[in-house]
Antibody, heavy 121, light 107 residues
């Protein structure tokens, strides 16, 4: 049973870079045809899709964040990562990593527990 | 971008009631519509995929229907453990997008 776990700083200063890692256990991140994604949720609000990386390494990003976001994968550590530059208070949210696929590329059946990131000085 | 509009935004019902939530897409998404349940402090969990397919292990009291732009999610007999916020999500076009959520409470 594949499990996902987010990790990273819980506090980031404005204008700095938010960096999170999702560790995948119970299966190889490079096997199968999966989309590894980041989704966030500000407190008391809805879900926002940030972007995804495919097993092949190709990426897709939400245009609303595209200029600031990079998602990458490290197969040697079975992890994928999120970098979000130039953060503001509006980026404060619970960040989830999630997996979609293989036959349902946009359906998230595996999620991490989520990690709260606060942007504040 | 495709906008997803859910209604109502909140709902209070009694145990045993039939509960219905609707979701409207801003353009035709065929049947590429999922429904998730999110309990307080937890990650979302997929209940219905491709508009009407029940995810493995999900109780049969949950169901979904619709295609094109209009979709419905139903709980046939509300149980206390169904207290949660429910989200629809389209996976027809990028960026993937979610409805604003429906908070379900027990009377």
């Amino acid at each position: 049973q594949v499990q996902l776990q987010e990790s990273g700083p819980g506090l980031v200063k404005p204008s700095q870079t938010l960096s999170l890692t999702c560790t995948v256990s119970g299966g190889s991140i490079s096997s199968g045809s999966y989309y590894w994604s980041w989704i966030r949720q500000p407190a008391g609000k809805g879900l926002e899709w940030i972007g995804r990386i495919y097993t092949s390494g190709s990426t897709n990003y939400n245009p609303s964040l595209k200029s600031r976001v990079t998602i990458s994968v490290d197969t040697s550590t079975n992890q994928f990562s999120l970098n979000l530059i130039s953060v503001t208070a509006a980026d404060t949210a619970v960040y989830y990593c999630a997996r979609a696929g293989p036959s349902r590329s946009g359906t998230y059946s595996r999620w991490g527990q989520g990690t709260l990131v606060t942007v504040s000085s | 971008d495709i906008q997803m509009t859910q209604s109502p935004s909140s709902l209070s019902a009694s145990v045993g009631d039939r509960v219905t939530i609707t979701c409207q897409a801003s353009q035709d998404i065929s049947n590429y519509l999922n429904w998730y349940q999110q309990k307080l402090g937890k990650a979302p969990k997929v209940l219905i995929y491709d508009a009407s397919n029940l995810e493995t292990g999900v109780p049969s009291r949950f169901s979904g229907s619709g295609s094109g732009t209009d979709f419905t999610f139903t709980i046939s007999s509300l149980q206390p453990e169904d207290i949660a916020t429910y989200y629809c999500q389209q996976n027809d076009n990028l960026p993937l997008s979610f409805g604003q959520g429906t908070k379900l409470e027990i009377k």
